[in-house]
């Protein structure tokens, strides 16, 4: 078959078969993801996080088939399989890599709030979907097939995508669009349907705890952000990868060697790209650029339909902030836009978790009771100090990471396999006690005004909660 080679700049050669490219890369649908970037506003604090959802999805693609070629090579994988059925979950596994992100809107996470879950959730009932998770008596919650049910709107967009613009040509690459559904969302239909134990590892490994979508995000945002926080030895890792018919996916024993960094990487990210103090401004400042626009309006400017038929991206969504700009329909979406086009960030009262330590009042255990205050009251606090300061209210913001699905503490199910035997990292003891990696909110106020804002925020938690010894 012939083959296409795609320069990546984390993994080096990524070879598509010329029918993948042609059914599903090469369209505009997938070529879309070229503009949709991975880290939303994050550019404006690493400059070089530029990359987008496109090279991720072909990272993804690349990890999923160098995982799979691999087990391939163990016999005891292959066994009780037919090479015809092995095929085809790699023919699956390939295709849900390449299309698992497809469903992102504008702004990545940002812009997926503005998505409508429940008529997407309707969507693919009327797409048959949830006929052929009944069919293999998957759990239900609130009445939807658990996958569905539990499904972040742009994995339920993927997954009408699959389905609307992909559905002839994934039949005609010999794969079941339902089941790349099923791989988007974790599952396997055709597994449950009394298939070969081997049917249900596809779709771990794109989506577990240890899978190769959260493999290719962590490396080449550490890449492409610059931040070199994450020393992980990729090819070590996809290497140790194994399966077993009671246990599933899981890495083996040559892991050991490299999950102690990818742990420690992971948590390395969140801290200091995802979480960092300016990136949560950047990304948060974006998102209520869009919530401002959207209520000045009436009407939602990010949909299924507008993704699906218009093809809408970052660009697409930026251009509409200029045009507002130009005659702003509130005063707080034109000084809004103007941060965003100078970068005028606001300031933070801490900038990382010993700050937040050291200034909050609350200490040891109670921190976590001054953070659920903080974020359980955001919007009466932010009011409550615009009007101490006579400052505008959307100077004044009460925030933590836009990316909780970042957040490490799933870390802890990473199963490590060893003589038959599997455990998770923590029972291992791999994973120590890891406090500092939760996320902290940050009380953001123009310059001059973080020192009075700590001291107004403590006396009120004091006032509400005694005082915090």
Request: hydrophobic share 40%.
């Amino acid at each position: 078959m012939d083959t296409r080679r795609i320069k990546d700049p984390v993994h080096g050669y990524i070879e598509l078969g010329e029918p993948l490219v042609d059914s599903l890369v090469d369209t505009r649908t997938f070529q879309r993801l070229r503009h949709v970037r991975q880290l939303s506003g994050t550019h404006l604090v690493y400059p070089g996080a530029t990359h987008s959802r496109f090279e991720h999805s072909l990272g993804v693609y690349h990890l999923g088939s160098q995982v799979f070629a691999n087990l391939r090579e163990q016999s005891y994988f292959t066994d009780g399989a037919t090479t015809a059925q092995l095929d085809e979950i790699e023919r699956t596994l390939a295709c849900a890599c390449l299309l698992h992100d497809v469903g992102h809107p504008p702004l990545s996470h940002l812009g997926e709030r503005h998505l409508d879950g429940p008529a997407l959730r309707r969507r693919l009932d009327g797409l048959g979907l949830v006929d052929r998770f009944d069919a293999v008596d998957a759990p239900t919650v609130a009445g939807w097939p658990k996958p569905i049910a539990r499904a972040s709107p742009h994995e339920l967009l993927s997954c009408v995508t699959a389905l609307e613009a992909f559905g002839e040509a994934l039949a005609g690459l010999g794969v079941d669009p339902h089941e790349v559904c099923g791989y988007v969302l974790g599952w396997s239909l055709a597994y449950e349907d009394g298939a070969p134990w081997q049917y249900g590892v596809g779709p771990e490994i794109l989506h577990s705890p240890v899978d190769v979508d959260r493999l290719d995000y962590m490396v080449r945002d550490d890449h492409m952000t610059g931040a070199n926080v994450l020393n992980v030895d990729t090819d070590r890792m996809i290497a140790a990868y194994t399966a077993h018919p009671d246990a599933g996916l899981a890495l083996s024993e040559q892991a050991l060697s490299a999950i102690g960094n990818y742990l420690e990487g992971r948590v390395s990210l969140y801290q200091w790209v995802t979480q960092h103090h300016k990136s949560v401004y950047a990304n948060v400042l974006l998102r209520r650029l869009l919530d401002e626009l959207v209520d000045a309006r009436g009407e939602p400017l990010i949909t299924a339909d507008a993704v699906l038929d218009d093809g809408v991206d970052d660009y697409w969504l930026f251009e509409r902030f200029r045009e507002a700009a130009a005659d702003p329909p509130t005063d707080a979406f034109g000084d809004l836009y103007e941060r965003f086009r100078s970068r005028r960030f606001a300031e933070s009262c801490w900038k990382h978790r010993l700050g937040y330590g050291n200034l909050i009042a609350a200490g040891g255990d109670e921190q976590g009771a001054y953070s659920r205050w903080l974020v359980g009251n955001d919007d009466r606090l932010e009011r409550a100090l615009a009007d101490r300061f006579d400052l505008p209210g959307h100077e004044v913001w009460i925030e933590r990471s836009y990316v909780p699905e970042y957040e490490p503490a799933e870390l802890r199910d990473i199963p490590l396999a060893h003589q038959g035997r599997t455990q998770s990292v923590a029972e291992h003891g791999l994973y120590g006690g890891r406090e500092f990696e939760r996320a902290i909110p940050f009380v953001y106020v123009p310059a001059g005004y973080t020192d009075a804002a700590v001291e107004a925020l403590n006396a009120w938690f004091r006032e509400e909660h005694g005082d915090g010894s």
